[in-house]
C-alpha cells in the first residue's frame, strides 16, 4: 500500500461529512438527499477500512465499533419525524410545517421535519453500510491469518 | 470451594435473582391486564376506533365488548394462573435441560408478548388488525414451544406449528383483502352492514374459516398441536386455554356474522368441528403420554366450539362462548396438573404413575375438579357448558343430537382414565415434594370451576355479552339445575351412562382407539405434511442447485422470462403511435459520445476473458450512463447513480480480492456449453430491454397526471428539489418501509457474515 493512501484516505472522512451534510442541507432546495450523503461517507470510510486494516481504522475511530445503536437511533429519527403527526391527528408523513406556512431558516437549511426525516435515512444508511464493511473486512482478515 | 467457584455461584444468584424480578413482573403484569379487563367490562366495556392512516384505510379499531371481554379476561386470568405456575416450575425445568437459571428471561418475554398479542386481538374489530394480532401469536408461539432450542424435535415441532398456522393465515388476509376490494373497508362492522350473501363473501368467509380451523386445530390441520407438546408445560397450559388455539375460535365468534352469509361454511363448520371432535377424542383415548392425552382433547373440545359455531343462532353463539370459558378454566389446571405430577415423579406417560391421590391429596382434589368440570359432571360450570351444548344440538336435528351425545360420552371417558390412571390404583412411581406454587393455581382454577357450577350467573352473563356481539342481536343465557326429565338431561344422563361404559370396556376400547391412531400416523394429513414438506425441500434444493452453480443459469433466469413476456406484450397490445424516432440536433453530442462509451464499455465486457478489466469496464459503462443522466437534465438520478456506481466498483475489487484462482475446468465447462447460448440468451434479452426503452422514450413528457400535481406541489411542500421532496414528503412512507426494509436486510447480512451471532 503506498504512502500516499495510507496517509490520505484516512483524512477524507473530514471533507466526505462535510460534503454529505452539506448534500443534507441544501438536499431539500437542491440535489441529493440522505441516502446518496450517507453512500459518499461511507465510501470515505471503506477508504479508511482499506487504508488502515479493520483494528487500526476502528482504534482511530471507535464509532464506526457502535454501527448498530447509531442505525437504530436513525430509524428512530425517521420513524418520529414521519408519525409524529399522527398525534396531531394528521396522517403519517404529514411534514410541519404545513404548506404555506412560515420555515424558520438558518442560513440556507430549514427547520423541517422532513429534513430530520433524511437525517435519520442518512444515519441508517451510513452505518448499514459501515456495519456490512467491518464484518466482510473481518472475514477478509480472518481468511488470510 | 475456590474463590472462583464462589464468585461465580454469587454471580448466578444474582442473575437468578433477576430472572425472578422479571418473573414476577410477568405475573404483576397479567394481574394488572386482569384488574384492567375486569374495571372496564364491570363499567359497561370501551372502545378506541381511530384512523391513524386514512389513505391507506388502516385504523386502529380495538374495543373491549362482550366478546373481547371474554377472551381478555381469559388471556390475563389464566394468564395470572399460568405465570404463576411458571415462576416454581421453569427453575425446575432448565435444571432438568441442564440450561442455566437465566435463560428463562426469554421464557417471560415472549409470554408476555403472547399474553398482550392475544388481548390485542380479543379486541380488534378491523380485520387487518386481526391479521396482525393473529400472525403475532404464531410468532410468539415458536419462539416458545422452540423454548428448548438445543432439541431437535422442540425446533421441528416450532417450525411446524408456525408452517400450518403461519401459511393459513395468509387465506385470513387473503379473505380481508377480497372484502376489501368488494367494499372498500376491513372494518367488521361496516363488512357486516355491507356484505350481501354470493359467491365473493362465500370465499372469503371460507378462507379466514379455513384460518381459524388451523390455528384451532382443527381436522385435518389438527396435526400440529400434538407436537407442540414438546413446549415446556406453562407453554402448553396458556396455548391451549386461553391463547392461540383460542385465538382461532375468537375469530370465528369475531366474523361470525359474516359466516352466518354462507350456508356453505356454517355446513363446514359442523362436518370440521363433528371431524374434530371424533379424531380428537379418539386419539386421546389411544395416548399414554400425559400431555398427548390432554393436546387430543384440545382438538375435539375446540371442535365442540366450532360445531356449536355452525349450529349458530343465540343458543350457538351463547353455548360456543360459555364453552370456552370453561374449558380454559379445566385445561390449563389438568396440563398444570401433568407438569406437577412430572416434576414430581419425574415421570410422563400414565402407565408409569398412579396412586398419587393419597401422596398429593391437594393436587387430586384440584384436578379432580377440573377434570370434572371438562367431563361436565353437576356441581362445576363444566356441567353447563354441555346443557347449552345439548340444548344447541336439539335444535339441529336428531342426528346432531345422537353426535352431541356420543361427543360428550367419550369425553367423560378419557378424562376420567387421565385422572384415575394419576391419581387412583396402585402407586407406581416414587413422588418428591413439589413447591406450593406447583399445586396452588391448580386448586385456583379448581375453585372456580366449583364457584361456576354453584353460581353461573356472573359467567352466563358474561358469554351472553360474547354471544351478542357474535350472533349481531342480544342473546339470553339461563342456564340452571332442572330436576326434570328435560332433554338435556336426559341427554346428559346417557352421555355418562355410555361414558362410564367405555370407561369399563377400556381394553377394548383402548386397543381399536390404538389401531386408529396407528392408521392414522401412517396416512394421515401429518404423513402428508411430512411427505410435502420433503418434498418441497428437494425440489428448493434442485432449483437451488441449478441456479447458484452457474451463474449463466441464474442471470438467464431472470432476463429470458423477461424477454418472453416483453415480447409477448409487443405482440398483444396496439404499437400504433408508440414508437416514434425523433430528430438529432447539435445539442445531442453530449448524450450519443457518452451513450458510445457506455457501448463500447459493454462490448468489452462479454470479450473481456480477465478479472479485473471487465470489472472496470463495467464501471466505466456506469460512470458514463450517470454522465448521460447529468447531461439530460436528471442530477438526482446522476448523483445517485454516480454514488452506487462507485460502492458497486469497490465491492467488486474487494470480493475479487476473496476469489481463490480461477479453476480450469470451470472455465472448459463454460466454453463446452458454446458460447452461442449466451448470445441467443443475451441478445433476446437485450432486444426486450430496447423495445420497453424506446416505447418509454417515444412519450411525450408528462404534463398531467400525478407527477405533474407533485412538481406543482413541491414548492408548497417548502422544497425545491422534486426528487428530494417526493422520498421525504408525497411518498415518505414508502421511503420509511423501504429503509426498514434495507436495515433488516443488511441485518440478515451482516449476521449472516459473523456465521450467526449478530455482533
Known sequence: MSVVIEVIAPRLIGPALILALAIIVKGYQDVGDGFSAGVILALAIALRYIALGVDRAEAGLPILRHTGPVAVAGILVALASGFFGVLLGDPPFTHQPGPGEDVVHFGTLEFITAVSFDLGLFALVTSALVAVMHALARLVEGGES | MTMRDDERGRRRVRRGRATDVLAWAAVGLAGAGLACALAVTLSGGGSVDWEWAPTLGLRLDLALDGLGSLYALLATGIGVAVFAYAIAYMPWHLDHEGRPRAEAARFWAWMAIFMGSMVGLACARDLILIFFFFDLTAVASYFLIAFDRERREARGAALMALFVTGVSAVLLLLGAVLLYDAHGTFELRELFALAEPGTTTTIAAALIAIAAFAKSAQAPLHFWLPRAMEAPTPVSAYLHSAAMVAAGVLVLGRVHPL???????????????????????????????????????????????????????????????????????????????????????????????????????????????????????????????????????????????????????????????????????????????????????????????????????????????????????????????????????????????????????RPLVGAAARAFARAGDRLGPRAIYRTGVIALNRFSDRVHDEEVRDLRNSIAAVLVPAGILVAAAFIFTPTDGVYRVGSVSADDLPIIGLLAVAALAAIQITRDPGRLRPVMALSVLGFALAAAYAVSGAPDVALVAVVVETVLTVVFVGVYARLPRAQRQARERGRRQGPGRNAIAGGFAGLAAFVVIWAALSRQPVAEGDAARQAEAAPAAHGGDIVTVTLADFRGLDTMVEITVLAVALLGVATLLRRGRLW
Not at chain 2, 365 to 380: D, E, R, Y
Not at chain 2, 391 to 419: D, N
Open chain 2, 259 to 505: 359466516l352466518t352469509r354462507s350456508e356453505l361454511v356454517m355446513d363446514g363448520m359442523l362436518v370440521v368441528g363433528l371431524a374434530s371432535i371424533l379424531i380428537g377424542s379418539v386419539l386421546a383415548f389411544a395416548k399414554d403420554e400425559l400431555k398427548q392425552i390432554l393436546a387430543h382433547s384440545t382438538i375435539s373440545q375446540y371442535g365442540y366450539v366450532v360445531v356449536l359455531y355452525g349450529i349458530g343462532g343465540p343458543e350457538g353463539a351463547g353455548a360456543a362462548a360459555l364453552y370456552v370459558v370453561a374449558h380454559a378454566l379445566a385445561k390449563s389446571a389438568l396440563f398444570m396438573t401433568a407438569g406437577a405430577v412430572t416434576v414430581a415423579t419425574g415421570e410422563s406417560r400414565l402407565s408409569r404413575v398412579g396412586g398419587l391421590a393419597r401422596r398429593m391429596p391437594l393436587l387430586a382434589a384440584a384436578s379432580a375438579l377440573a377434570a370434572a368440570s371438562l367431563a361436565a359432571l353437576p356441581l362445576t360450570i363444566g356441567f353447563f357448558k354441555d346443557e347449552l351444548f345439548f340444548g344447541a344440538a336439539i335444535e339441529k336435528g336428531p342426528l346432531m343430537q345422537a353426535a352431541a351425545v356420543l361427543a360428550a360420552s367419550f369425553t367423560l371417558a378419557y378424562i376420567a382414565r387421565f385422572w384415575l390412571g394419576i391419581f387412583a390404583g396402585p402407586a407406581r412411581a416414587e413422588a418428591a415434594r413439589v413447591p406450593a406454587l406447583l399445586v396452588a393455581p391448580i386448586a385456583a382454577l379448581g375453585a372456580v370451576s366449583l364457584a361456576g357450577g354453584v353460581v353461573i350467573g356472573p359467567f352466563a352473563e358474561l358469554a351472553a355479552n360474547a354471544a351478542t356481539v357474535t350472533n349481531g342481536a342480544p342473546v339470553e343465557l339461563h342456564p340452571a339445575y332442572h330436576l326434570d326429565t328435560r332433554a338435556e338431561n336426559l341427554m346428559a344422563l346417557g352421555a355418562w351412562a355410555l361414558g362410564a361404559l367405555l370407561l369399563f370396556g
